[in-house]
């Protein structure tokens, strides 16, 4: 039964997973090899850039719009090959808008058997900043573009930033989703009910492993994103938690050459592992929705 009423998503009560839950084959780590492929609305540019001297307040950063347009230019690409070499499929969060800047991309991406995951219209899209008419109309008009792009409806949700609206959860319910990833607060998946018997897998978007606060904020290396993979997964096989590991690059970052081979050692490395399971969010969804009922 729910246990307990949700942190942030209005109306859900969630139910945990409990300590005797395990990854398939008896597993205690599953990982998940995410890519970030992030486009802005026209006229707007990301929040930060790699320019480390601030701009005089009202200046538009014309050096982070620049910044932030590698990833369809050619990041998204590298990233791509790397997990071909290593044979893995990824969680792909794509904007809707990449349906209208690069659709031939997002129809590779689709035909080599990632899944697509909505991320929102733009990245400059914050649902929390909306009101719920205006979260839900985002989701249908990121659902259809997504769709008609790329040949499949997405079944999962992450927005930009991990930073829903209160009704995110269930309008996402309300629009045929069956995982959403704004969630923080475990480091295994949970279920989220609503009063309607409807219900949505949620699964944490772990940060640990994530090029953007890695390097943007904290200024570490390649090496340094490599090593962090193999301490922290040193010790979660030997926890006695089934516990999840999300490792995420976005294509203006990590899809760059002096990074992308950080992503591409860490591919292969979990790869070779036969003690976790390297798992989508949706196969991950799937399986907590048969144990958990």
């Not at 205690?28 to 990301?46: C, H, L, R, T, Y």
């Not at 985002?138 to 209160?166: F, N, Q």
């Not at 269930?170 to 990833?181: H, K, M, N, S, T």
Request: hydrophobic content about 45%; proline content about 6%.
């Amino acid at each position: 039964m729910p246990d307990a009423i949700d942190a942030v998503a209005r109306g859900a009560r969630v139910t945990r997973l409990g300590p005797d839950f395990r990854w398939p084959g008896g597993r205690k780590v599953a990982v998940v090899m995410n890519i970030a492929f992030e486009i802005w609305s026209d006229g707007k540019a990301p929040g930060i850039g790699p320019m480390g001297n601030p701009l005089p307040a009202g200046t538009f950063d014309t050096n982070a719009l620049s910044w932030g347009h590698f990833g369809p230019a050619r990041g998204i690409e590298r990233l791509l090959r790397a997990l071909d070499k290593a044979k893995l499929k990824s969680s792909v969060m794509v904007n809707g808008i990449v349906a209208q800047k690069a659709p031939g991309m997002l129809k590779a991406i689709a035909n080599a058997g990632h899944e697509i995951v909505a991320h929102a219209y733009a990245q400059d899209i914050i649902p929390a900043r909306l009101t719920a008419e205006e979260a839900k109309a985002d989701i249908d008009r990121t659902t259809s573009e997504l769709k008609a792009a790329a040949g499949v409806t997405p079944r999962g949700w992450i927005s930009p930033r991990g930073t829903p609206h209160p009704d995110s959860a269930r309008l996402l319910v309300e629009a045929g989703y069956v995982w959403q990833g704004d969630v923080f607060d475990d480091d295994r998946p949970y279920v989220q009910h609503f009063d309607d018997g409807k219900r949505i897998v949620a699964i944490p978007l772990t940060m640990e492993v994530n090029d953007l606060p890695h390097a943007m904020r904290f200024g570490r290396s390649p090496r340094q994103f490599v090593e962090l993979f193999d301490d922290a997964l040193s010790h979660m096989v030997q926890d006695d938690d089934a516990t999840m590991m999300d490792v995420t690059a976005h294509g203006h970052c990590y899809g760059r050459a002096p990074n992308v081979w950080a992503y591409a050692e860490i591919a292969a490395k979990a790869a070779k592992r036969d003690d976790i399971w390297v798992a989508t969010r949706g196969e991950i969804a799937q399986h907590v929705r048969s144990v958990a009922g």
